[in-house]
């Protein structure tokens, strides 16, 4: 029997600081016993984590001996190893950014096997982890200190690219890594080709764009997303200053809102911007929740579900399950058209029923026939209020019925199991679980979490909404009388809380 100390494992997860003692038993030595140690005191253990490879053992044991930069060195190589093997798995090409050809992981409806979306993460969390090792150099270090003043530079360079028309050109070009020379755009575009230059420059340090050859410029692959019709575009162009004078701007300038005379306009533009980064995620959504699970003679009640763009989604997924998409009012009418569009003969059949229902009010489906759903709608909420609306439902659930609440749950990779998930236990299947958070990696995965904290900021800007942490969520579930039975984390920014009546054992 080996013991192993691993100081500060649980860092992670814990505030407090904890010394964990593994006990690896040769007679099972895929198995470690954690113990748990506080003020140099044995507790009871904490929990056994079970082991496939030795990759574990080694991200277990790593905070002891190996430097900061060696895990992360380490780490990094790993989840690239395992990007490259998944990618040889799917018979995907290898990755560029240098190429005008957009690889197959940029299509929205792309859904990367559990390990490839995992070692995705990872690799984000350890290059950004790494690049801020090296601040030390004094002009390296400036370099990226004054990059967080800079980074309102990249996204005004950004809309000049988008608003003068650059980048739909460069990318309609015959052959796009040719690439153009600043004095063809200058002339084209009326611009002056100095200043373009720079902007240029300016945006290739952040790799939007190639200089090939002296003032000859090429879009690189993540700026493909930013032409004309692509999701990415929908986001840039949402306007994301918050200065009234810069969004002032885009109502007199922007092509479709200078005419605008309506204020519900920025709301739909918000909406088209949201929609975009949902495409990129309902794949995930999808696959890794068990929604076959759910009995298919229940009817879901897609609760505040706006243009019903999920319940259509899932109907594919639950073909013999009923949905009903209940909204405001005014709402009700889109959702319908949405149906109608998306699946002919679904309303005439009964199969989709759109009806406008207050939340707020008693729920008119009622017992062990339904189970309800709401996405994106409890963080809009103050506490009391989702309490409210969460009481209604507590009220029509019966015994079998469910409560999913898909939200981006904060500080969370959110795991419903007590393995200890590594790369290589995500090798060969599509169950995805959430990789444990390995020693020197930031909780929520540092850079890769960007777009869950980012989105957290611009609705808590936009509407006062709130994003949550499990245990707010679990409190405010519990005090409406529902129980939390499961979380699933998804390959998306979005997680499964699963909830049921709370007298039902
Ligand atoms: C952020 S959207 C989410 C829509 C949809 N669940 C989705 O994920 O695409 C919030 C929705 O809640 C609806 N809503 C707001 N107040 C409501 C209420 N009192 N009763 C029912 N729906 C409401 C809004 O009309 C809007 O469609």
Request: proline content about 6%; hydrophobic content about 40%.
């Amino acid at each position: 029997m080996m013991k192993v100390y691993v100081p500060n494992f649980h860092r992670a997860q814990e505030s407090s600081c904890h010394l964990i003692a593994m006990l690896f038993s040769p007679s099972r030595p895929k198995v470690f016993h954690v113990y748990e140690f506080r003020k140099f005191s044995p507790t009871a253990v904490s929990s056994t984590f079970t082991v496939y490879q030795p990759e574990a053992f080694e991200q277990l044991v790593m905070g002891t001996g190996r430097s900061e930069l060696d895990t992360l060195q380490v780490l990094m190589n790993t989840s690239i190893d395992a990007i490259r093997q998944e990618l040889a798995a799917g018979g995907l090409p290898s990755l560029s950014s240098r190429t005008a050809e957009r690889h197959p992981m940029d299509d929205p409806s792309f859904l990367p096997s559990p390990r490839l979306f995992e070692a995705r993460r990872l690799a984000i969390a350890c290059i950004v982890g790494i690049q801020s090792f090296f601040a030390y150099d004094p002009f390296i270090k400036l370099c990226f200190v004054v990059e967080q003043s800079f980074a309102p530079y990249h996204t005004a360079s950004i809309d000049v690219l988008l608003t003068t028309g650059l980048i739909d050109y460069m990318g309609s070009l015959p052959n796009v890594s040719a690439g153009v020379h600043a004095d063809e755009l200058g002339e084209r575009f009326d611009l002056d080709p100095r200043k373009l230059t720079t902007i240029l420059r300016f945006l290739s340090t952040n790799g939007w764009v190639s200089e090939t050859t002296e003032s000859v410029f090429v879009l690189n692959r993540p700026a493909l997303e930013l032409v004309e019709g692509r999701d990415g575009r929908a986001c840039a162009e949402f306007p994301r200053e918050a200065q009234v004078s810069a969004v002032l701007q885009d109502w007199i300038t922007h092509k479709d809102w200078r005419h605008s005379q309506s204020a519900s306009e920025t709301a739909k533009q918000f909406a088209v911007a949201v929609q975009a980064i949902g495409n990129c995620y309902s794949p995930g959504v999808l696959a890794d929740y068990p929604w076959r699970s759910l009995p298919p003679t229940q009817t879901l009640v897609d609760c505040g579900g706006g243009q019903g763009a999920f319940s259509i989604a899932l109907s594919k997924v639950c073909p013999s399950n009923k949905f009903i998409i209940q909204d405001l009012e005014g709402v009700v009418s889109r959702a319908e058209a949405n149906v109608k569009a998306h699946i002919p003969g679904a309303l005439e059949s009964g199969r989709i029923t759109v009806e406008a229902h207050d939340f707020f009010t008693p729920m008119p489906h009622h017992g062990d026939g339904y189970s309800f759903i709401f996405r994106h709608i409890l963080h809009d909420w103050p506490g009391d209020r989702v309490i409210e609306i969460l009481t209604q439902i507590a009220k029509a659930v019966g015994p079998k019925s469910k409560v999913l609440i898909l939200e981006n749950i904060t500080r969370s990779p959110a795991s419903n199991t007590n393995e200890y998930i590594t790369l290589d236990d995500l090798s060969d299947t599509n169950e995805y679980k959430a990789l444990s958070v390995p020693y020197h990696i930031p909780w929520d995965f540092g850079a890769s979490g960007q777009t869950q904290q980012g989105l957290a900021l611009a609705i808590m800007g936009i509407l006062n909404s709130q994003e949550r942490t499990l245990t707010q969520w679990t409190k405010l579930i519990e005090a409406a009388n529902l129980r939390v039975t499961g979380v699933f984390p998804l390959r998306a920014t979005l997680s499964v809380i699963e909830c049921c009546a709370a007298e039902r054992e």
